[in-house]
């Protein structure tokens, strides 16, 4: 099992910005990708972007591309969420998680609270 700590979140005004961090422990030798993933009050939980750890290839949901950079340092089995030019729709719990190869997501951190001002 793979344990998560989210950190970073925040209130910020419309236009700001924010840095998520995920920190990895246990074992992080099985994981295969990092994803985060954010869900608003009353709706469902949504993908936001993810990070393949061995070669940095990334992938966004449509909502944040050019706006949100997800990162890794290998060195510290953490990822990174960069948010530029928030808006008051990404607020939301963001939470991260790992997938082993082959697998879905199965190890999630306890979410970060980001609140987005208009």
């Known amino acids: 099992q793979v344990q998560l700590v989210e950190s970073g979140g925040g209130l910020v005004q419309a236009g700001g910005s924010l840095r998520l961090s995920c920190a990895a422990s246990g074992r992080t030798f099985s994981s295969y990708s990092m994803g985060w993933f954010r869900q608003a009050p009353g709706k469902e939980r949504e993908f936001v972007a993810a990070?393949?750890?061995?070669?940095?290839?990334?992938v966004y949901a449509d909502s944040v591309k050019g706006r949100f950079t997800i990162s890794r340092d290998n060195t510290k089995n953490t990822v990174y969420l960069q948010m530029n030019s928030l808006k008051p729709e990404d607020t939301a719990v963001y939470y991260c998680a790992s997938r082993r190869p082959g697998t879905t997501y199965d190890s999630w951190g306890q979410g970060t609270q980001v609140t987005v001002s208009s």
């Open positions: 990070v393949i750890w061995s070669n940095g290839d990334t």
